[in-house]
């Protein structure tokens, strides 16, 4: 059964500094990861979208890398924003596709002014 | 293209309750799944619609059951709410055509009392 961590789980940081959320999952066997954005209550947001023969995506300030054989993902923010709070979700499909999402608990981002 | 649109946008329910959730995919799709996400954790898959039959499950029980009109819109419905039913429950639609892109809607927040 798949499993997907995310460390840390929350993270308070001045505005301005460049931030790495870390994702890890139990079972290389993947098609693709995907960075979401969700704001309190709402819905997600999908930020970057790797495919399992990728190593990395980028968008804007945005930055996500993939290492599959060893269960693990980065998203790099850079020069981070007070707008940029949210939480962040990593979420994994398996190998047969069909858009079978599983989700890490995610990481509550806070930058501060 | 008003995207993928869920319905009501909250809803207070008793327990032993019943409940219908409503979703209406972003327009090109025709395959959705739903989700359930409680408080502080990452989204659970429920199941997976598609040409109007169940094509995948998560681990839910059976008091959870969807349904797939002609016009790719969905619902779930949960039977004898229990009070860990509580969630917001998300409507995520994607097309086998474009692997990997899921557009999700806003939610439902479902408070069982």
């Known amino acids: 059964k798949q499993e997907v961590t995310q460390i840390p789980a929350a993270l308070s940081v001045p505005e301005g500094e460049n931030l790495v959320l870390n994702c890890s999952f139990t079972?290389?066997?993947?098609?693709?990861l995907q960075w979401f954005r969700q704001d309190p209550g709402k819905g997600l947001t999908s930020l970057l979208l790797?495919?399992?023969?990728?190593r990395e995506q980028t968008s804007g300030r945005l930055n996500a890398s993939l290492d599959k054989s060893s269960g693990r993902s980065t998203l790099y923010i850079a020069a981070s924003q007070p707008g940029d709070s949210a939480t962040y979700l990593c979420?994994?499909?398996?190998?047969?596709?069909?858009?079978?999402?599983?989700f890490g608990t995610g990481t509550q981002l806070k930058v501060e002014l | 293209d008003a995207g993928v649109t869920q319905s009501p946008t909250h809803l207070i329910k008793t327990r032993g309750q019943q409940v219908t959730l409503r979703c209406s995919p972003k327009?090109?799709?025709?395959?959705v799944s739903w989700y359930q996400q409680a408080l502080g954790q990452g989204p659970q898959f429920i199941f997976q619609?598609?040409?109007?039959?169940?094509?995948q499950r998560g681990n839910f029980p059976d008091r959870f059951s969807g349904h797939q009109f002609p016009n790719y819109s969905s619902e779930l419905n949960v039977n004898a709410l229990l009070l860990g039913d509580s969630a917001l429950y998300l409507c995520?639609?994607?097309?086998?055509?474009?692997?990997?892109?899921?557009?999700f809607g806003q939610g439902t927040r479902l408070t069982v009392v």
């Open positions: 790797i495919q399992s023969s990728q």
């Open positions: 079972d290389s066997a993947i098609y693709n």
């Open positions: 995520a639609s994607s097309s086998d055509r474009v692997p990997g892109e899921a557009f």
């Open positions: 327009s090109g799709h025709d395959t």
């Open positions: 979420a994994v499909e398996g190998p047969g596709g069909g858009n079978k999402l599983t």
């Open positions: 619609y598609y040409e109007e039959e169940e094509r």
